[in-house]
């Protein structure tokens, strides 16, 4: 998890947006994906986006990369108290092959009715 | 189709003994990785093994083993357990060459 970075806990409110961020540092990264972990269980794949989009829409979800920065994100719109996870951003290098992730320390989102 | 099934979901061991844990990816699915979670180190890859072949392999010492069979089930290995191996492993399964890792539900380890 050392190559990405992510801040650690997010309060917000019920019907609000909520974005979490992530920062990588291996700028040949192919894919990025957004993982939720519900306490308990494993993890659930969001969405993920390919390293030469900007922003990719799905839903309630949209995920910007900032490919300069190196910087991910990701917007979820109206929240809800279902939406209450830990939230992980992974990579995955051509070096290594598209099944071996390396994950964030994860994003704890509270969401409060 | 059925999700990724890891069993069993909880096993307590003692110091020094071996454990074996079983992923069943989901049907069609070639490529099967393992992952270590916990709460100091966060998500880290242990292997990954694609049509019986181990194709892949993450910075754990030799007593961290794995194998896949010809139905694409995989089992790893831990032996001699320590304590510090006490950790959620999740295993993932993906088909040859696309971008999606889909997660089973972990088998909570705890080694006493």
């Known amino acids: 998890g050392e190559d990405v970075e992510q801040s650690l806990f997010l309060s917000v409110r019920e019907g609000d947006s909520s974005v979490i961020n992530c920062t990588y540092t291996?700028?040949?990264?192919?894919?990025l994906y957004w993982y939720k972990q519900e306490p308990g269980a494993g993890l659930q794949l969001l969405t993920y986006?390919?390293?030469?989009?900007d922003m990719k829409q799905d839903q309630r979800l949209t995920v910007l990369l900032n490919k300069k920065d190196k910087h991910l994100s990701l917007r979820i719109a109206d929240t809800q108290t279902g939406d209450s996870a830990i939230y992980f951003c992974a990579e995955s290098k051509p070096a290594y092959g598209n099944n071996r992730l390396a994950f964030g320390k994860g994003n704890q989102v509270v969401v409060i009715p | 189709k059925a999700g990724v099934t890891q069993t069993p979901r909880y096993l307590i061991k003692t110091r020094g003994q071996q454990v074996t844990l079983s992923c069943s990816p989901i049907?069609?699915?070639?490529?099967v990785s393992w992952y270590q979670q916990t709460p100091g180190q966060g998500l880290q890859f242990l292997f990954e093994y694609f049509s019986e072949t181990q194709r892949n392999k993450g910075n754990f010492p030799g007593r961290f083993s794995g194998r896949q069979f010809s139905n694409s089930r995989s089992e790893m290995n831990v032996s001699t357990l320590e304590l510090g191996d006490s950790a959620l492993y999740l295993c993932?399964?993906?088909?040859?060459?696309?971008?999606?890792?889909?997660f089973g539900q972990g088998t909570r380890l705890t080694v006493v």
């Open positions: 986006i390919f390293s030469n989009m």
């Open positions: 291996d700028s040949s990264s192919t894919y």
């Open positions: 993932a399964s993906g088909e040859a060459g696309n971008t999606e890792a889909f």
């Open positions: 049907s069609g699915h070639r490529s």
